[in-house]
């Protein structure tokens, strides 16, 4: 089981809808969630971060997290075309405090 | 603002030359990072380190090396560059009490002819 999965996408959603992006990983000890924004032949850049169970919100965005399920989100309402990018998920792993990211989802906002 | 600045934006090098990659950071970050990221593999950690003249393997680190002389400046070495190093080349700095937080730098495409 790789460590930590996402759905590589592309995932396309109508401008205005709300975009799920899902990640699910396999330490269970894992303590701290990322969530990356990545445009096309740029860097990653942090958006959000989530430690407790439950949701989290900054803006349009939502961060999701079931620790007993081993799964994060983010939700992105009023989906926007500058939204459109890869989504990197990242777990701090328990055993060792390394942080192990997803291969990322392609988001695809139509307008 | 967390700044992290790599010395070049695009390089391009020829077969057996040896390539310094610089990373320097401005936020006393203890931690630092060198990734490379392909199409369909995602970031693969190269090295890391945890502090001044410490170095850790990550999950590919043949072919590579790295220096930390100095807290704020973490270098990527290419002893003799190959082809199957051309990549994008991302370095990123965290400090270990803001959660191990991973902050970029705006990444070097290399490409090695």
């Known amino acids: 089981q790789k460590e930590v999965e996402q759905n590589s996408g592309p995932l396309s959603v109508p401008e205005g809808a709300i975009a799920s992006l899902n990640c699910t990983y396999s330490?269970?000890?894992?303590?701290?969630f990322f969530w990356y924004r990545q445009y096309s032949g740029k860097s990653p850049e942090l958006i959000m971060f989530?430690?407790?169970?439950g949701d989290k919100e900054d803006g349009r965005f939502t961060a999701q997290l079931n620790k007993a399920s081993q799964y994060v989100s983010l939700l992105i309402r009023d989906s926007q075309p500058s939204d459109s990018a890869t989504y990197l998920c990242?777990?701090?792993?328990?055993?060792?405090?390394?942080?192990?990211f997803g291969k990322g989802t392609r988001l695809h906002i139509l307008p | 603002d967390v700044k992290v600045t790599q010395s070049s934006r695009y390089l391009v090098k020829r077969t057996g030359e040896k390539v310094f990659l610089e990373c320097v950071q401005d936020?006393?970050?203890?931690?630092m990072f060198w990734y490379r990221q392909d199409p369909g593999l995602g970031l693969r950690l190269i090295y890391f380190s945890y502090d001044v003249k410490m170095k850790e393997k990550g999950d590919i680190p043949e072919g590579y090396s790295v220096s930390r002389e100095k807290k704020e400046r973490f270098s990527l070495i290419l002893e003799s560059a190959s082809t199957n190093q051309t990549s994008m080349y991302l370095c990123a700095s965290a400090f270990m009490r803001q959660g191990n937080i991973q902050y970029f730098g705006a990444g070097t495409r290399l490409s090695v002819l």
């Open positions: 990242a777990v701090r792993q328990g055993r060792d405090d390394k942080i192990i």
């Open positions: 936020m006393d970050h203890e931690n």
């Open positions: 330490d269970r000890g894992s303590q701290s």
């Open positions: 989530i430690y407790s169970n």
